[in-house]
């Protein structure tokens, strides 16, 4: 993957200069031959987002008058690695992947001017429109209320239906192609089995500090079952998602891997974006039962307690279900109970990121007294008076997730089903003991 005029890609943020913003703009067609970008203003996105991928916005301006867009975001590769370069870098052929894929049969998304990498090189590149500019953010602190989450599931529901079986036949080549896995695949397990490790008795750990703003009074041991429940998982989760694999009966589609709140838009724009919605970020798709979408927006804090629990939950599975149901030729006999029990593997998604993927920020906090989470990981007394703005966001969302991922799990009886799993404990990473300050 490689633009056009073969134009050399860059390797970071800073190499997004005017005259490299010049010549891809010109060669989109989005300003004239005789056009350039005179100057940019750039600022960040917060620490709530690019966390596989350094970002920045660009708002560019002209020399000739012209109503051409001029807000811009733009993708490199990041600062600071989360995972194996490998891992990231398949992480991001996904990503340009998806921004490539025909429009009619993916989800609704931004405009792209550049989505291309040289892999030998090590230069990765997104340019696409800031869907700021013209659509409403669905940011975590504004999480979705009932009828905006009833308002996705239409095209949710209209995805899972156009990809459905593509763990086979002509959909499965494709996705073959891109480096689209299923979520059982043994590979793919076998990465988290190789991170969460790094990151479960710290997790473990953190989600029983009662004390902390992030758990508002209620450690998970009080309501969701025992203080290991990370540890547990790690060393169970091949058991747990093998039913989530096509070969056991599981339903397959394509999964966008990371529909939460500050991947979502809302827009009015009906000859545009007739959906309604919009979402960017496709780094982690994945191929996984039906409801894996519904599931990781019902447990990434992305919408209200009330949706994610009590009669909305219900609410939001039976419309789901239901519509699914109406527009399937493939699963015509998939039961309400299958459904629910793929919906609960799939809720935990998002726990294996944070526990796997997220490892490095839980270490960082406790060994080196640095991110967001110092506050109750570090040993020099950090409070959030001493956080920078970015960092508070980050654990507003945080405590918004953690609310969410620990009424799911209680609702779902996950403790008590993950101890009825046989362990495995081949093929784990290392594991990250705590430091004496938090034994």
Partial sequence: MTSQTGQVLPKSLDDVDPAFMTSVLRERGVISPTDEVVSQDERDVGMTAGYFSAIKKVACTYREATDAQSAFVVKTWPAFEMLPRENIAAMFARDIGGYTLPADRFYPRPDVHLAACDAAEDRWCLVMDDADSFAEHKVHECELDLDEMLRMIPKL??????????????????????????????????????????????????????????????PWSSYVGGSDLAELF??????????????????????????????????????AYPDGWLCIDFQLLFRGPVPSDLAYMMSTGTVLPEVYGGDG?????????????????????????????????????????????????????????????????GDRGATEADLTPEELRQRMWWTKFMANLGSN???????????????????????????????
């Fill in 409 to 439: 799990f209680a609702t779902f009886g996950l403790y008590d089903h993950l101890g009825a799993l046989p362990p495995d404990l081949d093929g784990l990473g290392e594991w990250t003991e705590l430091p004496a300050h938090l034994r």
């Fill in 234 to 271: 790690t060393t169970r989760i091949d058991a747990f998602y093998e039913p989530a694999h096509p070969r056991n009966g599981a339903t397959c589609t394509l999964s966008h891997g990371d529909l939460r709140g500050d991947n979502i838009f809302f827009c009015d724009d009906a000859e």
């Fill in 157 to 218: 529901v209209s995805m899972a239906v156009e990809w459905e079986g593509c763990h086979e036949g002509p959909k499965g080549r494709l996705l073959d192609e891109l480096g689209v896995d299923l979520w059982a695949a043994d590979h793919n397990i076998s990465v988290y089995k190789a991170v969460m490790p790094h990151g479960a008795k710290i997790s473990d750990r953190l989600t029983e500090m009662g004390e902390s703003p992030l758990l508002a009074g209620r």
């Fill in 313 to 377: 939950l219900q609410t939001v599975l039976r419309a789901f279900y239901d519509r699914f149901m109406d527009a399937t030729s493939l699963y015509r006999d998939y039961s309400w109970d299958q459904f629910v029990e793929e919906f609960r593997m799939m809720s935990t998604v998002f726990y294996v990121y944070v526990v796997g993927m997220g490892a490095s920020l839980l270490q960082a906090s406790a060994f080196e007294n640095e991110q967001a989470a110092r506050v109750e990981l």
